[in-house]
């Protein structure tokens, strides 16, 4: 499985942007696809996650409710809308795809598969 994710840039408090990961190869053996975040000098986090199947999704609570997690199953690609953005929403986002079916949607070490990164920066 291959993921490129792209849509980051630079945006003033406040504003949206959204992120796009699309994904090639075996995507049928995916299970989950989320979106994870590190900002300099941090570990990186979750951000949000959603089932493919099901769409279940799942959300840190740092970003519950500004940021929407979503995936187009034809296009094999999740999105990812941030709105109300603040300066410590700066981070390299990451996207990654999580094929095993067991193990938590939140941690890093189930996920299989990552691309590249994409970096957004909020102003303040």
């Known amino acids: 499985v291959q993921l490129q994710a792209f849509g980051g840039g630079l945006v003033q408090a406040g504003g949206s942007l959204r992120l796009s990961c699309a994904a090639s190869?075996?995507?049928?053996?995916?299970?989950?696809m989320g979106w994870f975040r590190q900002a300099p000098g941090k570990e990186r986090e979750f951000a949000a996650a959603?089932?493919?199947?099901?769409?279940?999704?799942y959300y840190a609570d740092s970003v519950k409710g500004r940021f929407s997690i979503s995936r187009d199953n034809a296009k094999n690609t999740v999105y990812l809308q941030m709105d109300s953005l603040k300066p410590e929403d700066t981070a390299v986002y990451y996207c990654?795809?999580?094929?095993?079916?067991?193990?938590?949607?939140?941690?890093?070490?189930?996920?299989?598969?990552w691309g590249q990164g994409t970096l957004v920066t909020v102003s303040s």
């Open positions: 190869g075996r995507t049928s053996s995916n299970s989950a």
């Open positions: 959603i089932k493919w199947s099901a769409g279940s999704k």
């Open positions: 990654a795809a999580k094929t095993r079916l067991v193990g938590s949607v939140y941690s890093t070490a189930n996920y299989d598969y």
